[in-house]
């Protein structure tokens, strides 16, 4: 895993809002199990209003693990799904030969530019009109397993770092893929990365 920058080489860090994935809850068939989930999210077009509750049209099945003012968007660097579709099908998930769409791993926004060991946990992105904060990261569950296609993917998740991460609104407004954000310190004392791995060693003990 790369090493976590510098605080002194974050300065002007910035990146793309590539684009914008919305989407209801549906019905999710886990372990043979009939369940909901809103992980599937499909691209939207057009300038989309964020909330203190995330964005306009969009759902989340269970509100104590996903959604709510910590965790109203889920972002993840578009630099993963081509890893991801990689491991898919190293891992036997064979049937899956498509690539992977953005909003597939359920994030709202797939973005350019930034990634896990190089943003902290309270830094802001600026959109100008919106400011999001970040949380905290993607913790992955059985659904995403499912949604995957093989069973290792949620230890895949927690090994990589390629987590994406949670954000809350700070600044209501409209987004637009296409549009530019940089990066407003917070505190730099825990990144999303070393927040996962916390997390992977409390669930591993």
Not at 153 to 176: H, I, N, P, W
Request: with cysteine; proline share 5%; glycine share 14%.
């Amino acid at each position: 895993m790369p090493p976590t920058l510098h605080p002194s080489l974050r300065t002007g860090l910035s990146g793309t809002l590539l684009s914008i994935q919305t989407g209801p809850v549906r019905p999710l068939m886990v372990g043979g199990r009939k369940l909901v989930s809103g992980i599937g999210k499909t691209t939207v077009s057009g300038p989309i209003e964020v909330g203190v509750l995330g964005l306009v049209g969009d759902e989340q099945a269970d509100l104590s693990v996903h959604g709510g003012l910590s965790k109203a968007v889920y972002a993840l660097p578009s630099e993963h799904l081509t890893w991801w579709q990689a491991q898919r099908q190293v891992r036997g998930a064979t049937m899956f030969e498509e690539a992977l769409a953005p909003g597939y791993l359920g994030e709202n926004l797939s973005l350019q530019g930034v990634l896990e060991q190089g943003l902290f946990v309270g830094d802001r992105l600026d959109f100008g009109d919106v400011v999001l904060r970040v949380t905290q990261p993607r913790e992955p569950c059985g659904k995403f397993n499912a949604v995957m296609g093989y069973v290792q993917a949620a230890k895949d998740m927690l090994q990589s770092g390629r987590c994406g991460f949670y954000l809350a609104v700070e600044q209501t407004g409209r987004l637009q893929a296409g549009a530019s954000f940089h990066i407003i310190p917070g505190q730099q004392s825990v990144s999303v990365a070393q927040a996962l791995q916390h997390k992977a060693w409390k669930h591993c003990r």
